[in-house]
């Protein structure tokens, strides 16, 4: 008689069973251990999704050790392209950045971070950009970039390297790039709002680029991302928050930051419009649409014919990409910071 195959043992479903009865002895060790039972596909859709809602109702977000232990077991599992080597034999890459928000924030506003990295990518940045398509929004930054004819899922690691050479650009799309998440990330899109996993997500860029602003949706996220950041041995990152909860730099008014060091420490202040010697204009004059709307938007942007509509819009891409700019050391101060990429937008032409 044939023995009966011994089931396999789902470490998921324990561990959500810890958090769900005992969430005070709940450790980041569990969190991680959790995370990986689903990357090894030993986890059900319903287990799947009990853990994200628990870790949401758990509020993991204003945990900062827990959310570098996420990120680490993340990036421990990701496909890492080889840009350091490339970078210390070919001094031209220069630093590597990336501009992201954490989504989530309600105000739907039109694709800033995106525009961003292609401005600072246009004014000599290599941008590495990290992303996905949309969850919670109407159009995520992968859905625009594919709107305006990228193909980013023939993007692999190995083409990272000669897309910066070439473009100073390249997008890493999340599914390719962590794809023993795939499963997760379906669940995600179900589920259609936030979890700890749209924090997660600017954490995780698995280049780990020297560089980074990113934003996040509400101003008690901002002091814990950027302690898991700290955690994660990032310097020279930054968070921001619209004091309207906005993952941007906001054009309304004023937005909170947190910048890492490079000796660790995190320095927290506001900055404004005016401090670029940009006009502030109401955040509902930036709202995005529709991804045909966003996608004709960034066609005006990119080839300067600007609508008077698009003027909002074109300062709130000035002062995210000029505070990016700034921290990366292309410009010494956020007024300069603006000007280059003003310029910078003026002269481009969209090619597609």
Not at 84 to 100: N, Q, R, S
């Amino acid at each position: 008689m044939e023995a009966t195959p011994a089931k396999k043992t789902t470490v998921l479903k324990d561990v959500l069973k810890q958090l769900v009865m005992d969430p005070n002895s709940f450790t980041p060790q569990h969190a991680a251990d959790g995370l990986r039972s689903i990357m090894r596909d030993e986890a059900s859709d319903a287990q799947i999704g009990g853990f994200l809602i628990a870790t949401r109702f758990c509020e993991f977000e204003k945990n900062p050790i827990m959310l570098a232990a996420l990120a680490q077991e993340m990036l421990d599992n990701a496909l890492i392209p080889s840009i350091e080597t490339e970078t210390k034999t070919k001094p031209e890459f220069g630093i590597l950045a990336d501009i992201v928000g954490t989504g989530g924030d309600g105000w739907n506003t039109f694709n800033v971070s995106t525009t961003s990295a292609l401005v600072a990518a246009a004014a000599g940045l290599k941008m590495v950009k990290h992303g996905s398509r949309a969850v919670s929004s109407n159009s995520g930054s992968a859905d625009l970039l594919e709107s305006m004819g990228c193909d980013l899922n023939i993007v692999a690691p190995s083409d990272v390297a000669s897309l910066l050479d070439k473009h100073n650009f390249c997008f890493l799309l999340f599914n390719t790039f962590h794809p023993s998440l795939q499963y997760l990330f379906g669940i995600l899109v179900e589920l259609g709002f936030p979890t700890p996993f749209n924090v997660l997500g600017p954490l995780t860029n698995p280049v780990v680029p020297g560089c980074a602003v990113i934003g996040v949706h509400s101003k008690h996220l901002g002091p814990v991302m950027a302690e898991a950041l700290r955690i994660l041995g990032h310097r020279n990152h930054v968070v921001v928050c619209g004091d309207e909860n906005l993952d941007e730099i906001s054009i309304a008014g004023l937005t909170h930051v947190w910048r890492i060091q490079s000796d660790g420490e995190i320095n927290n202040y506001t900055i404004h419009p005016s401090d670029f010697g940009v006009a502030a204009h109401p955040l509902s004059t930036t709202a995005g649409s529709t991804l045909e709307d966003n996608n004709a938007t960034l066609r005006r942007l990119l080839s300067n014919e600007l609508e008077e509509r698009d003027i909002p819009v074109r300062d709130f891409v000035l002062v995210n990409t000029g505070f990016l700019l700034f921290v990366a050391g292309i410009a010494a101060s956020l007024k300069e910071g603006a000007e280059i990429a003003s310029q910078t937008l003026e002269g481009m032409q969209t090619c597609v």
